[in-house]
């Protein structure tokens, strides 16, 4: 159907060869605010690696008006206040299925900001310039209202092969939780193995975020001041105080090529916590910066709140040092190159401290490549990679799957789906674009991934058929328009001359913008050849939280682990439940099993919003759980939801939806609040490698994550069988013995069946045996401790496959290998069977299925367009989702079947 695409070279060169970086920021914990801002692009070049975002420079003299049009999608995000679809509304769904004629109450009314509150918002720059070497010259790129001029195209670095790419913007994604991932017995076996206390005293941990209230007292010494070094502040003007610094880290704000941001030390943070006045040198008051979302405290206090107020509640490393970055502010609009210079500066802090440190960034997004390939994923790798250094990213909100009543669309529903396109063949997946019977403005980004060696051809129509932007090859790019709508593709194209690229991904980006009408849905159409995955993110008021929403039918929860998370050199954390009911400050006790009752939620299960892997290069991903619901941590004073009477509608903990109209149900006290999410998980898995690098000081990025890895607890036997909860739960007593036998000051002892487990990448297997399954082995004693093997004592047997990667022992308990399905294996299990010298140590099988979805999709129907005027499809408003929709768990024959 496509003889010109097939017939075409793959590294065909164009001038638009473009891959779309999707930068993902964990959708915060529960109830937060989610950052809704388009943020400003970052680029790379990497020598001898593609670029996998969607490339600007390239588009601006043969597409001018695709990249004017860019510019302007931009405007949607930037004043989009976002509430944790996560929390508010997948985590807590009820038994009632969506009704035809249910109405339904409107999570705008609580949210609805003041014109004060949109004054004050952040609005990013659309383009960023990041030059080789993330840790070096870094730069936004703030380009005249004609994008065609010469400006944009001139602000590019001069470096060889420098581009400017356009991305949206990332997201900003916690008592008890100690005890779940084993802090007690860590410290109970830290004097016998030689470890230090485990504290986090000489590291510290890096909370990139909303900043944090300095006068909470888990953050502050006993004696009441300030735990946090140094503080930069993204959403402040340059003090002057460290002039050197803030030109350093392109805080002037001078020019178009700068950041504004301030920088304080401890210094200036303790005077204004004693209520002394702090002057810059130039004159004027420094005030001290608060954290009106509540992220950014709550985050941190996770990772290293003291418990000075009430122990219960005290963090993972009580003693570490703190370095704070202000990245987001009441917009909680995160920027890419915000954060990427935030994480140098605690880098660069943490050196002059002469310490180590692990940053934590709890913010990712969906759109872009799921391969680790974006370009600010591989900033921050870049950025991690000196000993001493680490990093833990949340996994992201995005798994949440729901079953829709009156459509004859596949259920479930989802932000990602996949879908197999054979040759010949027009695939058509029906976007689903709601409008609750009124035009609204916003937009939706789809970022559409095919294999190496696939020739994809990416266009869209209408839900009736008729043609909106025709089949757009590899390598070029549309414009076109419908109405009020514009309608972006640009499908990329690997490049000739750089080294690699015939293994790197194939990508594509799709940007629908404008005023929606009623009844709207569109279909997005695959011609060629490949197996493709599709993600949305909906931005204005076609956000989740403010409208309906976007979703794909025949949605699935693998691959939904968010953008950096994604990259396979930071640590990505998903979220387990650790408690379903807590003592409110005003409601007395709050159950979240009284909110939904078709909800399983068992403490140790996988959280069902939380995002799965594995990534697109079929990484386990995320690579650890940690307790994500409901956590306790700090409040900021500023986020408080309710005071004198008046509703905060920029707290996180403002939780009208959920608890029967009282907007405080989360808060446990003056001091404390409950949320969750993985944006929880990710501090407390930060918290436990600060007491790995309190023990050594000197460990690389890599090494953590294999101790993590190796560490791992298996989750009870009630969550065993769900793919979500291969990565197993994080366990830092388990960790340091991992430690400790690495350093030679352990004896391990002899692997068991029965106790050891195996772990798969895949929730199910392919017949095709280029598709790779990545495997874990976990050793464990007859007691269930930690044990060891050498890899060369392991037999793996393979039923209706084979290994296409010997076993090999990354780290003390662990041994991991590969394997792949045949070709006529279709309808067969993959069987794995493991044998240690000569003797069945454990087996685990896979179903071998093709993709769900192959060829076309039905159609999406014009009524399925979830308009209110439709009382059979009808879906409401999509906040109807925090009431009324069930949760839907997929049990078919293509979900993996684990271990035993």
């Known amino acids: 159907m496509f003889p010109s695409l097939l017939s075409r070279r793959r590294n065909t060169t164009g001038k638009h060869s473009t891959r779309v970086n999707r930068v993902k920021s964990p959708r915060s914990s529960a109830w937060l605010v989610w950052v809704g801002a388009l943020c400003a692009s970052s680029v790379v070049h990497h020598a001898g690696r593609a670029r996998a975002e969607l490339e600007v420079t390239s588009l601006l003299r043969t597409h001018p008006r695709i990249v004017d049009a860019l510019q302007r999608a931009s405007a949607h995000s930037s004043f989009t206040l976002r509430h944790d679809v996560a929390a508010t509304h997948h985590v807590l769904p009820s ?244 954060v990427l210079l935030a994480t140098r500066f605690v880098y660069d802090m943490a050196d002059q401290l002469g310490m180590p440190a692990v940053v ?261 991903k995320p690579d650890i759980l940690a307790p994500g619901v409901a956590v306790v941590g700090a409040m900021s004073k500023a986020a408080d939801p309710v005071v004198d009477g008046e509703v905060n509608p920029i707290s996180i903990f403002a939780l009208a939806p959920l608890c029967d109209d009282s907007h405080s149900c989360a808060v446990v006290d003056d001091y404390y609040a409950v949320t969750l999410g993985t944006s929880m998980a990710s501090p407390i898995a930060a918290g436990a490698v600060a007491l790995m690098l309190e023990h050594n000081p000197k460990l690389t990025q890599a090494q953590l994550m294999r101790f993590v890895h190796a560490g791992a607890a298996r989750l009870p036997a009630h969550s065993r069988d769900l793919p979500e909860a291969a990565p197993g739960l994080l366990d830092v007593a388990a960790n340091a013995r991992a430690m400790a036998t690495a350093d030679a000051e352990l004896d391990l002892g002899q692997p068991a069946a029965g106790q050891s487990w195996l772990a798969f990448s895949e929730e199910f297997a392919r017949p095709d045996p280029s598709w790779k399954i990545n495997a874990r082995l976990h050793l464990r004693d007859s007691e269930g401790q930690l044990a060891d093997a050498n890899a060369d004592d392991v037999a793996v047997k393979v039923q209706h496959g084979r290994v296409v990667g010997k076993p090999r022992r990354v780290a003390p308990g662990l041994i991991e290998f590969v394997v792949a399905a045949d070709a006529d294996s279709l309808g067969n299990d993959l069987g794995v069977s493991v044998d240690l010298a000569g003797k069945s140590l454990t087996d685990g099988e896979l179903a071998i299925d093709v993709e769900p979805h192959v060829g076309s999709m039905p159609p999406a129907k014009e009524s399925c367009a979830m308009g209110a005027g439709d009382a059979h499809r009808q879906w409401g408003a999509w906040v109807a989702l925090v009431l009324g929709a069930a949760m839907f768990r997929r049990r078919n024959p293509t979900q993996a079947r684990r271990s035993r």
């Open 95 to 338: 038994a009632r299925r969506i009704s035809p004629n249910w109405s339904v109450p409107r999570t705008i009314d609580v949210l609805a900001p003041t014109p004060e509150f949109f004054a004050e918002l952040y609005q990013p720059d659309v383009g960023t310039v990041l030059r080789r070497g993330a840790a070096g010259a870094l730069r936004k790129v703030s380009p005249t209202d004609d994008w065609s001029s010469p400006s944009l195209d001139s602000a590019a670095p001069n470096d060889a092969g420098a581009r400017v790419f356009w991305s949206p913007s990332k997201r900003l994604l916690l008592d008890a939780a100690t005890g779940w991932i084993g802090v007690p017995q860590y410290h109970e076996q830290a004097e016998s193995l030689g470890l230090p206390a485990g504290t986090g005293n000489g590291v510290v941990i890096g909370i990139v975020d909303s900043g944090v209230d300095f006068t909470h007292p888990d953050l502050q010494n006993p004696d009441g001041t300030t735990r946090v070094a140094w503080f930069i502040d993204f959403g402040d003007e340059p003090h002057g105080i460290f002039p050197e610094l803030e030109d350093e880290y392109g805080c002037t704000g001078e020019g178009d090529d700068d950041f504004a941001c301030g920088i304080l030390s401890a210094s200036q943070i303790d005077s204004m916590i004693a209520g002394r006045t702090v002057l810059a040198p130039g004159g004027g008051e420094i005030r001290m910066a608060t954290d009106r979302l509540g992220h950014g405290t709550h985050v941190a206090s996770l990772a290293a709140g003291n418990g000075s107020v009430d122990a219960r509640f005290a963090g993972v490393a009580p003693e570490a040092t703190l370095i704070v970055a202000r990245v987001a502010s009441v917009s909680a609009a995160v920027s890419d190159v915000g």
């Open 360 to 620: 934590n960034l709890s913010l990712g997004g969906d759109f872009g490549p799921h391969d680790g390939q974006s370009s600010v994923a591989q900033a921050l790798s870049e950025l991690v990679e000196p000993e001493g250094r680490a990093m833990v990213v949340a996994a992201g909100n995005s798994g949440s799957l729901y079953s829709v009543e009156g459509t004859s669309e596949p259920n479930p529903f989802g932000i990602h789906t996949r879908v197999s396109v054979p040759e010949d063949t027009t695939a058509r997946v029906p976007l689903l674009l709601p409008t609750s019977g009124r035009r609204l403005d916003g937009g939706a980004y789809i970022w559409i991934s095919a294999r190496a060696g696939d020739q994809i051809a990416v266009g869209v129509e209408t839900s009736g058929g008729e043609q909106i932007v025709k089949p757009v090859l590899p390598g070029d790019a549309d414009l076109q328009e419908l109405g009020d709508l514009e309608f972006i593709v640009v499908n990329q194209v690997l490049l000739d001359d750089v080294e690699g690229a015939e293994d790197l991904q194939v990508g594509a980006g799709v940007v629908i913008d404008g005023t929606f009408e009623r009844g709207q849905s569109f279909n997005i159409t695959l011609g060629g050849v490949g197996n493709v995955g599709l993600w949305v993110q909906a931005e204005g008021d076609l956000s989740p939280e403010l409208s309906e929403g976007a979703l794909f039918p025949g949605a699935t929860r693998a691959g939904t682990i968010t953008i950096p998370a994604a990259a396979p050199e930071l640590l990505a954390v998903g979220a387990t439940v650790n408690r379903t009911s807590w003592q409110s400050r005003d409601d007395g006790r709050v159950n979240l099993l009284d909110v939904g009752t078709e909800l399983a939620l068992q403490t140790s299960s996988p959280a069902f919003f939380s995002s799965n892997g594995p990534n697109q290069d079929g990484d386990i």
